[in-house]
């Protein structure tokens, strides 16, 4: 079973950066949209970012301006710089990415902590 290894997660203090970095375990057939998704402790998990093939994003309004998706579509891989950090930027963070078969993969998610 084909999963997405995320790392980059950490411990940063508030307008600090973090880069998150997303790559299949082994070979997906056609992924189009990859993305990164959220889960603040104690709330639902959220869209944060998505990039499509052709380099098209879309972010969520809370993360614009001090987010940026970018994505090596040779190395199946997506990146998320995270600067200025805030408090409220703390969760797990969740790789995704579907296959044009419309498969959907997750990662197990890593973990960003913002202190103050």
């Known amino acids: 079973q084909v999963q997405l290894v995320e790392s980059g997660g950490g411990l940063v203090q508030t307008g600090g950066s973090l880069r998150l970095s997303c790559a299949p375990s082994?070979?997906?057939?056609?992924?189009?949209?990859m993305g990164w998704y959220r889960q603040p402790p104690g709330k639902q998990r959220e869209l944060v970012a998505s990039i499509t093939i052709s380099g098209s994003t879309n972010y969520a309004d809370s993360v614009k301006g001090r987010f940026t998706i970018s994505r090596d579509n040779a190395k199946k891989t997506v990146y998320l710089q995270m600067d200025s950090l805030e408090l409220e930027d703390t969760a797990v963070y969740y790789c995704?990415?579907?296959?044009?078969?419309?498969?959907?993969?997750w990662g197990k998610g890593t973990l960003v902590t913002v202190s103050s």
């Open positions: 995704n990415a579907r296959s044009i078969t419309g498969v959907n993969y």
């Open positions: 082994g070979s997906i057939f056609g992924i189009n949209p």
